[in-house]
C-alpha cells in the first residue's frame, strides 16, 4: 500500500531532515517569513513556485 501525502507533509518532513529543528531556522537561512513557511506546513496556504524554488536551495533532499 503506498501512501499520498500533501505537499506540507512533504516540506515539513523534508525541512526536518535536512537538519532545521524548526520553522524559524529554515524562515532565517531561507528568507520566506516563519508565517508563510508555517501556513504552507498546515496547507493553508499553497506555496507560490518562487516560494517552493526558494525553499528547495535550502532542502538537502526534494524528492521522494
Do not use: D, N, W
Amino acid at each position: 500500500m503506498k501512501f499520498r501525502y500533501g505537499y506540507g507533509y512533504f516540506i515539513k518532513k523534508h525541512r526536518i531532515e535536512s537538519g532545521f529543528k524548526s520553522i524559524r531556522q529554515l524562515a532565517e537561512r531561507s528568507g520566506i517569513s516563519s508565517a508563510t513557511i508555517s501556513r504552507i506546513e498546515r496547507e493553508v496556504q499553497k506555496p507560490e513556485v518562487r516560494t517552493l524554488e526558494t525553499l528547495s536551495k535550502h532542502l538537502k533532499s526534494t524528492s521522494c
